[in-house]
């Protein structure tokens, strides 16, 4: 007889129930960063559990990166400020188990990236442009030192794009998806044997989005930003992921 097979059913265990009420009270702001939680022995009295499940749920806790917690301190764990650090892992974890593949990931690059540059061209400082203008210079500089250099140098001018759009969150997904990316595809193109044209394509192709950014032009440096994601990566994209790359293309 056919049908759904069950499961047996775990018990929800203690820790994981304290867990979940502190992160429900740091989302709807009930708790601050700055501020503490009760100390271990009161959080025992208000649970009505054990020590040792109580650090359970602070280790949790910690490891999850919302508190930080010294066993044995008289005050309670501290509230921390949100960290990308979080993020990063998830991320990174949902890569490695391939639920995300590296299409979609190239995808989201050339999304963040475009926007990151439509608000760089109609928000950036002088300063900004000139950090830019310092990261192709480096760009230049180290062709032909060796691929790493040359990735660094490409960081750095992404990184002054994204701290020119203003926005927290473009900034901290940019740094997590590039590093993602770079991490599964930064040995096949430094062995590329084309590779030193590749990066003075990549060099010429950002003089182009800077230019635009310097303009004022927005929508150009959208554009631009995500034909030279495209070009720079497609290569390394399964076929059958290449179309729906390419769809951000099409304006």
Known sequence: ????????????????????????????GALSPGERLPSERELMAQFSVSRSTVREALRVLQARGLVRSRPGDPHGAEVQPFSPAALHKS??????VDELSL????????????????????????AELAEMDAAIARMRETVDVGYDEFSAADVAFHDAVARASGNKLIQICTDVVRSIVLGLVAERIAQAPDRVALMRQSIRHHEEVLAAVRAGDGPLAARLSRQTMYDYYVGYVPQEERDAVAALLVD
Not at 11 to 23: G, K, L
Not at 91 to 96: E, G, N, P, Q, V
């Open 91 to 96: 991320m990174t974890t949902l890569a490695r």
């Open 1 to 28: 007889m056919g049908g759904p097979r069950f499961e047996p059913v775990r018990t929800v265990r203690a820790y994981e129930r304290i867990v979940e009420q502190v992160e429900e009270a740091i989302e709807s």
């Open 103 to 126: 299409g979609e990931l190239v995808q989201f690059r050339m999304v963040l990236d475009s926007s990151a540059n439509l608000l760089a061209a109609r928000l950036r400082t002088e």
